[in-house]
C-alpha cells in the first residue's frame, strides 16, 4: 500500500499515548494523529504547556478526543506514575516515545543520577514502555513506538562508559542515548515477538523540521529554534515539523507495519516516510541483550514479557 501522509486512515475509539506532544514535531504529531477520530493523550511534566497544546488542537480539529497525563522522564518515580494512569485506560493502541532532551555543555544528571542524555532518552523510555506493557497487551494490534534521530548514526555506543562518565561532548551523550533506543526497540520486537505477544515494537526519525517552515500554532510555537539564518540555510535539505511528524504517524496507524521496522523521511531529512535498514550499530543482538539487563538493572524494573493466554 502506497502511504500519504495527508489522507489518513481513521482511528476512532483507539487510544494513543504520546510522550512530549506539546511542542515541536510532537505536537504536530498528535495533531494530525487527532485528526482520525483517535483519542490522544499529551504526557508531559508542563501542564501550562499542555494545555494549551490541547488548546491549539482543538482549534485545528474540532471535537478533538484528547487528555492529558504528567510524567518527567528525568524522574523514574513519575515514569512509574504515568504508568500507572497509562494501565487504568480501557485500552491503549500506541505509546509514542516522543520526549528527549539535549543537554548542555557540561554533564548533568537526572534526579535518580544518571546521565541526562541516556536517564531521559533511554532509561525512561525503558521504564516507561516496561510499566504500561500491561495496557498494551491487553489491546489488539497495539505498538509501541519509539522516536529516533539521526544522530545515532553518527557515533558509537561503548557500553562500558554508556552514561559518558569518562568523557563528555554533548552531541556524542545525546548520540548514545539514541543508539541505546534503538537497540532496545529493536531487541524488544525480538522478545515480543518470541513472547507471542500482540504487541509491536517501531522506531522511527523525523528527519530535520525546521521552525522556519512549519505552520504557526498560537500558544504552542514560539521564537526560532536556532536562529533565522541557520534555519534559512537549512532550508534546502530539511521540511516543516508538520512533516517530521509524518514517520511517526505512519508508526503509529500504518495496519500494514510489522514490529522491528524502522521509518525516516525517503530523502534523508525530508520526505514521505519510507522503510529504513537499521545501521550496523543497532544490530548487534549481543549488545542489545547487555544493555537490556543493564537498563532493568539500573531502572530496577523487570520488563517481563508473559505469553498471553489464549
Sequence with gaps: MSWDPRCLPAAPGKVFVITG?????????AEQLA??????????????????????????????????????????????SAAERINALDRVDAVIANAAVYGDKQRSSTADGFELHFGTNHLANFALAAR????????????????????????????DDAQSERDYKTFRAY???KIALMLFALELDRRLRAAGSPVSSIAAHPGGGLDVLSPRRPGVTGPLAGGLFMQLMMVPLAQSKAK????????????????????G???????????????????????????????EELTGVEFTLAKPVS
Design 265 to 295: 523521511p525517503r530523502l534523508g531529512l525530508r520526505g514521505r516516510p519510507k522503510l529504513l535498514a537499521p545501521k550496523p550499530q543497532v544490530l548487534d543482538q549481543a549488545a542489545a541483550q547487555r544493555l537490556w539487563t543493564m537498563s
Design 244 to 263: 517530521a511528524a509524518w514517520s511517526q504517524v505512519r508508526a503509529t496507524l500504518d495496519p500494514e507495519l510489522t514490529g522491528g521496522r524502522f521509518l
Design 21 to 29: 506532544g506539546n511542542a515541536g514535531i510532537g505536537y504536530y504529531t
Design 132 to 159: 504500561s506493557y500491561p495496557a498494551l497487551a491487553r489491546t489488539p494490534g497495539s505498538r509501541l513506538v519509539f522516536v529516533s534521530s539521526l544522530s545515532y548514526q553518527m557515533t558509537s555506543l561503548d557500553l
Design 175 to 177: 548520540g548514545r542515548s
Design 35 to 80: 485528526s482520525t477520530g483517535a483519542k490522544v493523550i499529551l504526557a508531559g511534566r508542563n501542564q501550562t504547556k499542555i494545555d494549551a497544546a490541547l488548546t491549539a488542537i482543538r482549534r485545528q480539529v474540532p471535537g478533538a478526543d484528547l487528555g492529558s497525563i504528567a510524567v518527567d522522564l528525568a524522574e523514574l518515580s513519575s515514569v512509574r
